[in-house]
């Protein structure tokens, strides 16, 4: 293979990634005008209220909703089920 060869084979790759690229990027682009969140968010914790788990996701969804999500977001504490 001369160094033409492979610098064209080279161009070609990139072009096509290229390509690829942009075709994400127009497949995307619906999802990108949607407002976000268009339903309220439900946070799941599975341990028993008290424990290490439970403190932390208060801690952690107490700066996410004032700082992002405003009234978007609820908490469903029950040992008993799980999060699929």
Not at 15 to 30: F, G, N, R, S, V
Not at 54 to 73: F, H, M, Y
Not at 77 to 83: L, P, V, Y
Request: some cysteine; glycine content about 4%; overall charge neutral.
């Amino acid at each position: 293979m001369s160094e033409q060869e492979a610098s064209t084979k080279s161009f070609l790759k990139s072009a096509l990634m290229a390509l690829i690229h942009a075709c994400a990027l127009c497949a995307a682009w619906p999802a990108l005008s949607q407002e976000y969140p268009v339903k309220p968010i439900r946070f799941i914790v599975t341990f028993p209220p008290g424990g290490t788990v439970d403190i932390t996701a208060r801690i952690e969804l107490e700066r996410v909703v004032t700082s992002e999500l405003k009234n978007w977001a609820t908490v469903i504490r029950d040992a008993g089920i799980k999060a699929e």
